[in-house]
């Protein structure tokens, strides 16, 4: 019953992918994986919403596959915003190969209010001060990140209830996610993890 990776998604109205590998370069499937598509809206209106899902899977023969892609998932467990104040998430995440990303985006719930993203040392790669109807950052030809570096991404919350908030599935909890898709997969990369598979980054 483990989920244990990211094949795609999107959390814009109009459909807009973090899915989009240059040619050659597929996700792999195993045979016999279970896929769960998991759709949940947030209808801020007084009428009814009739929301349509449609997902393609395409596959790619072997003999061109170059190599993998993957998707990074890097999800702060730990957030806590005070009551009617603010407060910010801070994490970095290794990276044990040299990967190219090719895009990027945030996530947050409806407190988030600031994002960025970055290769540690550097400037940001990513912005954005919005939680809904995100914009997917697009690196033309890919951007490079050595073997080496760590993935660094905080997001900033502004909390107007009397209670403190703490991370969570629900639209009363909060997240911070850095997602994009990259390649060539390393699972480790992808979900922060240790040279040896156990939890990793540092938390700030």
Same mark, same amino acid.
């Given at each position: ?12 109205? @109009?459909?807009?992918?973090? =899915? ?6 597929? /996700? ?5 994986? =279970? ?27 072997? @003999? ?43 996530? /947050? ?9 970055? =290769? ?8 954005? @001060? ?34 403190? =908030? ?10 911070? /996610? ?7 997969? @390393? ?18």
């Amino acid at each position: 019953w483990t989920i244990n990776r990211l094949l795609g998604g999107s959390q814009n109205g @109009d459909g807009a992918s973090i =899915v989009g590998f240059p040619e050659g370069v597929p /996700m792999h499937v195993r045979g016999g994986a =279970v896929l769960l598509m998991n759709a949940h809206y947030l209808n801020a209106t007084t009428g009814t919403l009739n929301p349509e899902v449609a997902i393609n899977l395409w596959t790619t023969p072997g @003999d061109q596959v170059e190599t993998e892609g993957d998707i990074l998932f890097l999800y702060n467990p730990f957030i806590s915003v005070p009551a009617n104040g603010t407060g910010r998430a801070h994490w970095k995440c290794p990276v044990h190969d040299d990967i190219t990303i090719v895009n990027a985006q945030s996530h /947050m719930h409806k407190r988030g209010v600031g994002y960025a993203a970055m =290769v540690a040392g550097e400037a940001p790669f990513y912005e954005n @001060d919005r939680w809904a109807e995100v914009p997917v950052a697009q690196f033309d030809g890919g951007m490079q990140v050595p073997a080496g570096s760590e993935l660094e991404y905080w997001c900033d919350y502004d909390n107007g209830e009397d209670r403190v =908030v703490h991370q969570g599935p629900r639209t009363t909890d909060e997240m911070c /996610m850095l997602i994009g898709a990259y390649y060539p997969a @390393d699972p480790r990369t992808s979900n922060c993890q240790t040279a040896d598979g156990g939890l990793g980054g540092e938390w700030i």
